[in-house]
């Protein structure tokens, strides 16, 4: 009788641990998938010159192909496209510039601080260094203190970034990247403009690469569109 019930136990334990572990896995990939942006048709937007201020822009002003990228830090979509958006920018550093736009997503736990870290690096002028660093290590979030992203991104001064950190005011630039974001219908992340023509989706290596070599021979990025 008491191997009996020591079964039972056994197969009861296995069986909640099971049902626990799905439950997890079920709520991790409904909140990866409600990050993914909505699958649409490109759409233009007319003054889109003036939305560039809104974000942190890294390249040239000057740049031919202007990329809006609307972001959350913690948004997975958002890491697995950093990187293709990373080799763009480094095969055509003169000819593309990209201008990060803050849109944290509220089911993401780490995304607010994180968008306060990149800006209180930005404070130092390391905003492009934490930016590249986040995205590349988001699995440590909540693992390891901020201040470790802050010295390996070359932060100067560890002391004032951890005070900037701390401060619970709201920061302009991120609260303004989702007022940007609310006025052009984003609905996800990662979401891209390029030269005012917002996509409903994010591109591939190769689509990028085609858009790009589009804008450099005086074109629309999408082939279908109007020219910017």
Request: aromatic share 10%; hydrophobic share 45%; net charge neutral.
């Amino acid at each position: 009788m008491k191997i009996k019930w020591e079964a039972i136990l056994t197969v009861t334990l296995v069986a909640c641990a099971l049902l626990t572990t799905g439950v997890v896995m079920r709520r991790e990939f409904f909140a990866v998938a409600t990050a993914k942006p909505q699958e649409d048709k490109p759409s233009y937007i007319e003054d889109w010159r003036t939305q560039l201020v809104g974000g942190v822009r890294m390249g040239p002003s000057a740049a031919p192909v202007q990329v809006l990228e609307f972001a959350d830090f913690e948004c997975p979509f958002c890491g697995a496209f950093h990187k293709r958006l990373k080799d763009l920018r480094e095969r055509y550093p003169s000819q593309v510039a990209l201008t990060f736009v803050h849109f944290p997503l509220a089911m993401h736990r780490f995304a607010m601080p994180a968008a306060r870290v990149a800006e209180c690096a930005g404070d130092q002028g390391r905003f492009e260094a934490m930016y590249n660093r986040l995205f590349e290590e988001q699995e440590s979030f909540g693992l390891k203190p901020w201040s470790e992203y802050a010295t390996a991104a070359g932060v100067p001064d560890i002391a004032a970034f951890d005070a900037c950190i701390k401060r619970t005011d709201s920061v302009p630039r991120i609260e303004e990247g989702k007022q940007l974001g609310a006025k052009l219908d984003v609905q996800g992340t990662p979401t891209l403009v390029i030269n005012g023509w917002k996509l409903g989706h994010p591109p591939s290596e190769s689509e990028l690469g085609a858009m790009v070599q589009a804008v450099l021979a005086g074109k629309a990025p999408i082939s279908a569109g109007r020219k910017s």
